[in-house]
């Protein structure tokens, strides 16, 4: 039998298993010895009222076992046929292992570097302020979430399994925590090695891998895919799971030349906001000693409405930094990642508004939103027209629409330049922007602070492209699955997993 229990335990007592077992053993109504196994199911903070407590699910098992919180897949070598993935991000490499775990075998094409070199060259670029186009915070193993605060939450449970995604991320070395905490992150310094670790089962299983290898042609027959080449001129042959990210305009335009079926698809722009994170704790948990010994740095999730547009909060970093993320020279746009402690001084996210593709005016062209994206970098570029030197501004003279005398400390991780970031932006996604800041002040009080700092621009939130597929085979032409974030079925890291794993059973389906 299982007896499930919730209790509510201060944060200072939410290790102490002792405490939380006798806790759930009262709730339940069952004395100890009759209790023959205990698990912890889910774990959260409840900041509503003080004082703050962690809320924590339980399973009670009398008379039997608790099953193991999830069973590590057994990769046999791959022996039958290849799948070419292009793209080693979170789609691709979740593709590749789902290929094993079925064995078939996974080609990994990747225009990047292997994620420790990748670390030195981004290291590089902040060094000597240059942007480099092949290995940079989108562009490398690992993908766009290589080195970000690695938040593993999403809403898109009806995409799949979150809960196999999260398990895999735990076979290949993550904690055991990110499947019982309600917002589990693993943090830019953990995910590394966990990349490495899915490197490695991919090559012991019989997979390859090619770095530094960029995919610049589509091999077609017959109205069919059936290869690649790549920039120099190599071939590899098989059906492609395409998933290259959101950040890679030469293979929208080669889809474009190809007459692959795309549209233009939504996306959200704005800027990157940064504050204390001594402030963000102070309010989020009410409480003037900020978050004190136990509590976690504190998150925010903030969404308002104004002129009929949704302004939001996303990709909130606590204790983070914010990082240049542009992919191309003479373009600017920031990020946001974070160390697994989220120890920082400092709490940013992104605050961004609609765009929606009839506000472009340009129907018909379903590169329209890419063109309008990298316009909005260019324009943030050329206020300061300098290696990934980013423009800034006081939030409140952002909301005042005046240029800031000066800047305060930020953490990022380039030069900032003092500009008026309303410069960017059309009018009317300004005003939703200054609009949105003010209600979220109305949440927040004192949101809207002399030290806070906004930072330009925020751009690459989602696919400004989606390349149509069938919604059962998953193919938008024979032998060719988009997929990803990049295709415009997904939004974050687990997300992206979830679509890299249903594109690699449709493949296998599409092979058999
Ligand atoms: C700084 C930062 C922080 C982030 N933080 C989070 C977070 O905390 N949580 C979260 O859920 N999401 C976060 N994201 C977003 C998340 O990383 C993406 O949603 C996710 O990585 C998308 O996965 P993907 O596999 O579809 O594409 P990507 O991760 O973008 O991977 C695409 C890969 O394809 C490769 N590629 C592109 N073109 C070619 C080509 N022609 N030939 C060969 N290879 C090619 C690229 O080099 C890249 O490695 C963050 C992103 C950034 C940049």
Known sequence: MIKKVNIKVLAQDAENIEKIKKLAFY?????????????????SIDSRRLPIKIDIAISLYIGEKAPSLYNPIVFKKSEKQKVLIVGMGPAGLFAGLKLLEN????????????????????????????????SNYCYGEGGAGAFSDGKLFTRSKKRG???????????????????????????????????????????????????NTKMSDLIIKNDEIIGLKTENNDSFYGPIILATGHSCKDIYQLLYDKNIPLEAKSIAIGVRVEHKQSFIDQVQYKSKNGRGKYLPPAEYRLVSNVNSRGVFSFCMCPGGFVVPSQTEREHCLVNGMSPSTRGGKWANSAIVTEVRVEDLNDDNNPLAMLNFQHDIEKRTYDL???????????????????????????????????????????????????????????????????DAIVIASETRTSSPVRILRDKDTLMSIKGLFPCGEGAGYAGGIVSSALDGINCALAAIRYIS
């Open 103 to 134: 064995g078939f075998t996974p080609i990994l094409i990747e225009r990047g570097e292997k994620v420790e070199d990748r670390r030195k060259s981004v290291a590089k670029m902040i060094r000597e302020n240059q942007v480099n186009e092949r």
């Open 384 to 450: 300061v027209q300098s290696g990934i030197a980013a423009p800034a501004q006081r939030l409140q003279d952002f909301v005042n629409k005046v240029e800031s005398k000066d800047l305060p400390q930020s953490s990022y991780l380039g030069p900032l330049v003092s500009k008026d970031l309303n410069l960017i932006f059309p009018k009317e996604i300004g005003k939703c922007l200054r609009g949105g800041f003010i209600s979220f002040n109305n949440k927040i009080p004192g949101f809207v602070n002399n």
């Open 27 to 43: 709730e339940a109504n069952v004395s100890e010895n009759k209790v023959t196994d205990f698990q912890i199911t889910k774990k």
């Open 161 to 211: 399994n979150i809960y196999e995604v999260l398990s895999l991320f735990v076979q290949m070395g993550a904690p055991s925590s990110i499947l019982t905490d309600s917002h589990p992150h693993l943090g830019t310094d953990k995910l590394p090695s966990i990349i490495k670790n899915i490197r490695n089962t991919i090559l012991d299983n019989g997979g390859e891998i090619y770095y």
